[in-house]
């Protein structure tokens, strides 16, 4: 499904899950476990009508960290599925968070948009069942506008000048390393998936997503907020000076 993991954290599933200790918390800190927030996301999207249709998980830092991804069974697209991206932490590292996105069929490279559409900190009197409920309400517009974004890049085509200079406009921003310029540039001119061989933004952007299945998880969590705002995924005006 996509989901990028270090080498010393593990991937999981909810049986694991559900043994992880949530510590005590605070009169201003309540942590959430992390089964909570599977649980009541996933009861929160079956309200919808939506269906999972698969789900990856992991743990981070002795299981104080929890990452996820839900693939969602309802979109007409023959070239990705949608996804939910999951987070939250008993260290208070991260807060509780959700973020809509998409899962590419052909190769499992994630693109996500760039509302998480819940972020809430682990305070007192958190009521994380209520939270997520309203944070999934909000998922199906963020679906669309993110869709509407792809769609938009896969209608831009570029020539090799114009990759070249988008590319290094990427490492400028830090979204890829510089070292990496030339290895997204090869991917773009010879992609491994035939999906992509046409020369447009959408497969510039595949073209860096595959690449980046080998950064370390934190650097992964940089390029896709980079390139959210990079190529305009979250509905706002692309900052990359896009071909017209």
């Not at 499904?1 to 080498?7: C, S, V, Y």
């Not at 939250?88 to 994630?110: M, P, R, W």
Request: aromatic share 6%; charged share 25%; hydrophobic share 40%.
């Amino acid at each position: 499904m996509g989901l990028i993991l270090g080498a010393k954290e593990k991937f999981v599933g909810r049986d694991e899950i559900a043994m992880v200790r949530t510590p005590e918390g605070t009169d201003t800190w309540q942590p959430v476990p992390h089964i909570q927030v599977i649980e009541s996301l996933e009861n929160s999207i079956r309200n919808r009508g939506w269906r999972i249709s698969a789900e990856q998980y992991g743990l981070a830092r002795d299981n104080q960290k929890l990452f996820g991804v839900m693939s969602i069974a309802n979109s007409d697209n023959s070239d990705w599925s949608r996804t939910i991206g999951i987070r939250n932490s008993h260290d208070k590292s991260l807060c509780v968070g959700i973020t809509a996105g998409v899962s590419v069929l052909v190769c499992s490279n994630l693109a996500f948009g760039g509302t998480t559409v819940l972020q809430k900190r682990h305070t007192s009197g958190l009521d994380i069942a209520e939270m997520v409920e309203a944070g999934v309400q909000t998922l199906a517009d963020s679906f669309l506008t993110l869709e509407l974004a792809l769609d938009r890049l896969r209608d831009i085509y570029l020539n090799y000048d114009q990759a070249r200079s988008l590319i290094v406009q990427i490492a400028e921003e830090d979204a890829i390393p510089s070292c990496d310029i030339l290895p997204v540039f090869r991917e773009f001119q010879s992609p491994r998936h035939n999906d992509f061989g046409d020369p447009s933004c959408w497969s510039l952007l595949n073209s860096i997503t595959e690449l980046s299945h080998k950064y370390a998880p934190a650097r992964v969590d940089r390029c896709h907020r980079k390139l959210t705002r990079l190529f305009g995924l979250d509905g706002g005006r692309p900052a990359l000076q896009l071909p017209n």
